[in-house]
């Protein structure tokens, strides 16, 4: 998610349940309580051999829908069936067929208020639940109406006790009042929504620290009041780093190459599938002092970089290799010559490009099958500690030969190296590497070795770095 794209946080359930196709199960938490009256109308209506009506009261966003909708998740041998404003409920349950399900659940919505239903109509519903509940096709089926004001909640009440009375109703109060999760939970459902829909992201990646999740919890009275909040909030972090950014809006991705080939590393620091640095994980493993100050709000650099889709690359080193022999300019090959290395092309220097993440993150390819391979040999190694050491006086020569490979396959329209960012502090970008997308900001890290520290230590203090520099930090 890069600094030009939006924040996807619904917080209504038909939304959600678009955005997050078969994996609800990932962010609904339960409800017990409610959960426990559903089992108590199963148990009524299995000894009862009848159906039952449940009128279910509650705010506006406090997830009475998500709620009904997701039963099944927690309780099995459910089906759910909506029936939407659009639809006449008489004919629709006369039409219905008996379940073969231990419980069906039949959600009236679009009608959660006195002004969306007439008198007449209330009347004619209730009667058709009445009447459909006692058949062999309703024996087993519980019809909710979602409400969200107590007149019509107390209406609906008034006509089941009237029409149908302790069949319908049973002996307890049919309006049951839902309250949603609690409080308690409401930042852990905004992080589970967030890391489904958002490539891994939650609350301190997009700005919103420990504290001012707390202030949104109190002045919310429900769990989607809360959700709005919360986006409200993302939508102002994004704008006020957009506007320091200005014109440099761009991407940062950081590039590791290291002799002991650390992908796992790599893959340790990033989540998604599209190699986005993990702050959070970065900041656990590091006691940098860059970025020991930060470490009592790591939502700000968690939202730096999230805003510049900050990745983390591996670049295998037989790679980095063929890049160096088949497009290092004059004054990298004569420093290889002198290391006794060779330096003819390879012809398959595009093709290992183009399968690295370095390669697909410029495709806009996610992480997908990995090539599988041996261990790199010990002339390969050998080959590449030469690399290395001419990176430690130079990298600015490696650093062009993996661009001008870019630029040769496509992947990039032009570059330009050791490039100044930001009026806060002077500070040179490896290679700022330009694309139809606007432009990518790559910063390389040559090692002989690395590891899991020393690359989060880099990481993080370039991005604290790049804060500085546009007056963020």
């Given amino acids: 998610m890069g600094a ?48 039952t009506f449940l009128i279910l009261k509650g705010m506006s966003g406090s997830g009475k829908s998500t709620f009904a909708n997701t039963i099944g998740m927690f309780r099995d041998g459910v089906e759910t069936i909506n029936l939407s404003r659009s639809k006449d409920i008489a004919v629709e349950l006369d039409n219905m067929a008996a379940t073969t399900q231990a419980l069906r659940v039949v959600i009236l919505e679009g009608r959660e208020a006195m002004t969306d239903v007439q008198q007449d109509a209330l009347e004619k519903a209730v009667h058709a639940v009445n009447q459909f509940i006692r058949t062999p096709a309703g024996r087993r089926t519980v019809v909710v109406w979602l409400a969200n004001k107590d007149d019509l909640a107390q209406n609906l009440a008034r ?28 930042v852990d459902i905004a992080n589970r929504t967030l890391e489904l829909l958002n490539q891994g992201e939650n609350l301190n990646d ?27 909030d993302l939508v102002e972090n994004r704008k006020g780093l957009a506007n320091l950014v200005a014109k440099e ?13 650390p992908e796992g590393d790599v893959d340790g620091l990033t989540r998604g599938t599209f190699f986005s640095a993990d702050v959070d994980r970065m900041l656990s493993v590091t006691g940098a002092n860059i970025v020991a100050e930060l470490k009592s709000h790591p939502e700000k650099l968690g939202l730096l970089g999230t805003f510049f889709d900050a990745r983390v690359l591996h670049l295998p080193i037989l790679t980095a290799l063929t890049l160096a022999r088949s497009y290092g300019n004059q004054p990298l090959k004569t420093r290889m010559l002198a290391e006794g290395m060779s330096i003819n092309p390879d012809s398959d220097a595009l093709q290992r490009l183009r399968e690295s993440s370095l390669g697909l993150s410029f495709s806009k390819s996610s992480i997908g099958p990995r090539r599988v391979g041996g261990k790199a040999g010990t002339n390969t190694v050998a080959a590449f500690e030469k690399i290395a050491k001419i990176a430690s006086t130079n990298d600015s020569l490696l650093n062009i030969s993996v661009a001008e490979a870019l630029a040769a396959s496509s992947l990039i329209d032009s570059y330009l190296p050791e490039m100044n960012f930001g009026n806060g502090l002077t500070r040179r970008t490896d290679i700022v590497a330009e694309t139809k997308d606007g ?3 790559l910063e390389f890290m040559w090692r002989k070795t690395t590891g899991r520290a020393a690359i989060s230590n880099y990481v993080l203090t370039k991005l604290y770095n790049y804060g500085r520099a546009i007056s963020y930090l």
């Fill in 4 to 51: 030009q794209d939006s924040i996807t946080l619904p917080d209504r359930y038909d939304m959600l349940k678009d955005a997050a196709a078969g994996d609800l199960q990932q962010i609904i938490l339960p409800v017990s309580s409610a959960l426990e009256r559903i089992d108590q109308l199963a148990d009524e209506m299995h000894s009862s051999l009848r159906g």
């Fill in 159 to 186: 006509l089941a006790h009237d029409l149908g009375g302790e069949a319908l109703i049973g002996l307890d109060d049919p309006v049951y009042s839902f309250s949603g999760p609690p409080e308690a939970l409401y």
């Fill in 206 to 232: 997009l700005g919103i620290g420990n504290d001012r999740a707390e202030e949104l919890k109190k002045i919310s009275p429900t769990i989607g009041n809360f959700l709005a909040r919360v986006r409200a």
């Fill in 249 to 261: 809006q761009c991407r940062v991705w950081f590039v590791v190459v290291a002799g002991n080939e």
């Fill in 439 to 441: 432009p990518v900001r």
